[in-house]
């Protein structure tokens, strides 16, 4: 993870504000010769090299069906709760308020 706060080094220690290569990202780094805030973006530079590319891969669809999968995902486990929740309800006799869904 890169350190974007100053305050994640001690006090005394010597810090430099970077700016990552790779992603554009202003970070603080402990050494002098640091180019990426983190070693993804290192890998990802290393494997653009390799390859002769000048920009990041284009990842936006992959993780956006990982992110509407997953919240689908949630959306199923929050009905499950609720649906438990009324049934508990239920066996306890509690009469659930308009506020609860």
């Known amino acids: 993870m890169p350190k974007l706060d100053r305050s994640d080094f001690k006090y005394n220690a010597k810090v430099f504000e970077k700016t990552c290569l790779w992603c554009g990202t202003v970070y603080y780094a402990s050494r002098s010769t640091a180019k990426y805030c983190t070693?993804?973006?290192?890998?990802y530079a290393n494997q653009a090299k390799n390859a002769e590319e000048q920009v990041p891969y284009d990842e936006t669809e992959k993780m956006i069906s990982a992110l509407l999968s997953e919240n689908a995902y949630l959306k199923g486990q929050l009905q499950r709760y609720v649906l438990e929740n009324q049934a508990l309800k239920q066996k306890l006799g509690i009469e659930s308020s308009e506020g609860d869904q």
């Open 39 to 43: 070693s993804t973006c290192r890998g």
